[in-house]
């Protein structure tokens, strides 16, 4: 595999850099705008649009760019190394992935194309009370009544689930099985408690009480094959995300280590602190390999080599994260454990990507069950 970036794709980096570092690289200007609903800077989110970015993943048909998966990889890690708070990866990724694959062409072209221009902000309502990670719905059920459909039940964590104009809503089926519904942010019975999330973000509470709501694709088509493939891409979108934050964070602490100084020397002339350091990077490198694999598979890899890329990477992501991010603490001091640092959010960025699609404890539980499927290998009979 060639993980060196085109001239294309080197521009689009260097263009994203731009915007955002542009917004965000003053780390005030993040708290600032994380504090107000709905928790991101609308005129971002268009600027973002005009750039083309919001419409990347989508045919051109359907009003995007018709970009592959290493070009929203890009997006992602510019948006992780400033943890932009606008909802590229809920939006974009999840809920817009989700219609790209499931819907119909008017589907399609009516909903991604708003999502592509920025007059639309997508969420995925998929997790319910008590039950998280899988792709089925249970609790939230969908009744059908001649050609109408109406959806009962509770969704949490819904990502932005109080701004988004449309709403994704998977639900059980009367036949069995989990379909996809589009739910209108103003339908009837739908009611949505929005709250901040401890990284800044939001989620909201949706319920649903005989809300009307528009099959996804053929009305009663069990979808819960393509919401499993589209979240094994989130997860490896939300490491690409998680990767761009590594690299801020071990780039802040070896700055901090070259200007703090400690018995008249900066803490870089300190052995012990520089080991920890490289023990850092070893982390990172270890986790973009594998990111830029993952990102790769997603191309030619079936769902089965998807999901199984996504488990492998989001485990490495959880273990790397969390070095990275304890040890940036550490080496910071209490400096680190302020609001007004950094250094602080993004650790806590890092751990609720971690959670958000399932931990590093699942991933292992996921890969494990697998591993009866490989051949014995006896590393003593060579």
């Known amino acids: 595999m060639d993980f060196t970036y085109d001239d294309e794709q080197v521009?689009?980096?260097?263009?994203?850099?731009?915007?955002?570092?542009?917004?965000?690289?003053?780390?005030?200007?993040?708290?600032?705008v994380v504090k107000e609903d709905p928790g991101f800077d609308e005129k971002q989110w268009s600027r973002l649009a005009e750039m083309g970015i919001l419409g990347l993943p989508f045919s051109e048909e359907d009003g995007g760019v018709g970009a592959g998966p290493v070009e929203i990889g890009i997006v992602c890690q510019e948006l992780g190394r400033t943890i932009a708070p606008e909802p590229f990866l809920a939006s974009v990724?999840?809920?817009?992935?989700?219609?790209?694959?499931?819907?119909?062409?008017?589907?399609?072209?009516?909903?991604l194309g708003a999502l592509a221009a920025g007059d639309s902000v997508l969420a995925f309502a998929h997790d319910e009370p008590g039950r998280r990670w899988g792709a089925a719905a249970e609790s939230v059920t969908a009744a059908q009544d001649g050609g109408s459909w109406t959806l009962t039940g509770v969704k949490e964590p819904v990502l932005h689930g109080a701004r988004a104009d449309v709403l994704v809503v998977s639900a059980a089926l009367p036949g069995g099985g989990t379909g996809a519904f589009l739910v209108a942010g103003d339908a009837e019975g739908l009611s949505r408690a929005g709250y901040p999330t401890y990284d800044g973000g939001r989620a909201a509470r949706v319920a649903l009480d005989q809300t009307p709501a528009v099959p996804l694709g053929a009305p009663g088509l069990d979808l819960s094959g393509s919401i499993a493939t589209v979240l094994d891409i989130t997860r490896i979108m939300a490491a690409n995300q998680s990767l761009g934050a590594m690299q801020t964070l071990l780039g802040a602490t070896t700055d901090y280590l070259k200007s703090r100084k400690q018995f008249g020397v900066t803490l870089n002339h300190f052995q012990a602190l520089t080991f920890r350091a490289a023990d850092m990077y070893t982390s990172l490198e270890l986790t973009h390999s594998l990111v830029d694999w993952a990102t790769m598979v997603i191309s030619a890899g079936t769902p089965e080599e998807v999901a199984a890329a996504a488990a492998r990477v989001s485990l490495q992501v959880s273990r790397g994260g969390r070095h990275v991010g304890q040890e940036a603490i550490q080496l910071h001091g209490g400096i680190a454990m302020t609001a007004e640092y950094h250094v602080g959010m993004y650790v806590a960025h890092l751990t609720a990507l971690d959670h958000l699609f399932g931990d590093g404890d699942h991933q292992v539980r996921k890969l494990s069950a697998t591993v009866a499927d490989y051949d014995l290998l006896d590393p003593l009979d060579r």
Request: hydrophobic fraction near 40%.
């Open 11 to 32: 521009a689009l980096r260097d263009a994203v850099r731009g915007l955002v570092g542009k917004a965000y690289g003053d780390y005030e200007r993040r708290r600032q």
């Open 93 to 111: 990724v999840l809920a817009g992935g989700l219609v790209a694959a499931a819907g119909t062409p008017e589907q399609r072209a009516e909903v």
